[in-house]
């Protein structure tokens, strides 16, 4: 039995939910999402409330995997998602100019990265940032890719980590 298939999402006002050639659609105040229906699985909609039913069993894995995609493309449209990045090392830092994001990360040059379409990058000092969007799948794919410029280290902690990450620290060579 799948429990996150089977249940209900609310449309809060304000949302439209449309189905067309097993393309869904979601728009709302900050945007519009579309995704692509699962093999076998229908999508109900009365009043509000959307249900989603699946022809067989054999839809039965990906039953809750579109629950939560249409879910989170409903909450994408009304709050949108935001992933928080701070850098930590000497002479480490981001910068934000338009479209490009670059890194100043111990390498001999600069890593740039382009912005993707629909994602705005913020930086509040030079050693954060915050990364907007209204995709969830967009903001965790390019908050990822920033990460992976330079992964924290355990020894001395550089590197850039997400907001809420806590890295787990190692103990170096001790002298005889």
């Keep these: ?4 298939g089977n249940r209900k999402i609310e449309v809060p ?5 449309t189905v067309n050639d097993g393309m869904v659609t979601v728009t709302g105040p900050k945007g519009s999402l579309t995704q692509k229906m699962l093999k076998d699985i229908s999508l109900k909609q009365e009043g509000n409330e959307i249900t989603l039913e699946r022809a067989n069993e054999a839809a039965k894995a990906m039953h809750g995997t579109m629950n939560a995609l249409l879910h989170n493309m409903i909450t994408g449209v009304t709050k949108g998602y935001e992933k928080g990045l701070e850098i930590v090392g000497v002479g480490y830092r981001f910068q934000v100019s338009g479209k490009k994001l670059t890194i100043q990360a111990g390498y001999s040059h600069p890593v740039v990265l382009d912005i993707p379409e629909g994602l705005t990058v913020e930086s509040p000092s030079n050693t954060e940032i915050v990364i907007k969007g209204i ?3 967009a903001v965790g794919e390019f908050a990822a890719n920033v990460r992976k410029v330079r992964k924290p280290e355990p020894y001395k902690g550089k590197g850039i980590r ?3 990450e806590h ?7 001790k002298a005889a």
């Design 135 to 137: 995709s969830k799948e």
């Design 162 to 164: 997400y907001k809420d």
């Design 167 to 173: 890295i787990r620290r190692k103990e170096g060579k």
């Design 1 to 4: 039995m799948s429990r996150i």
């Design 13 to 17: 006002a304000g949302v439209t939910v």
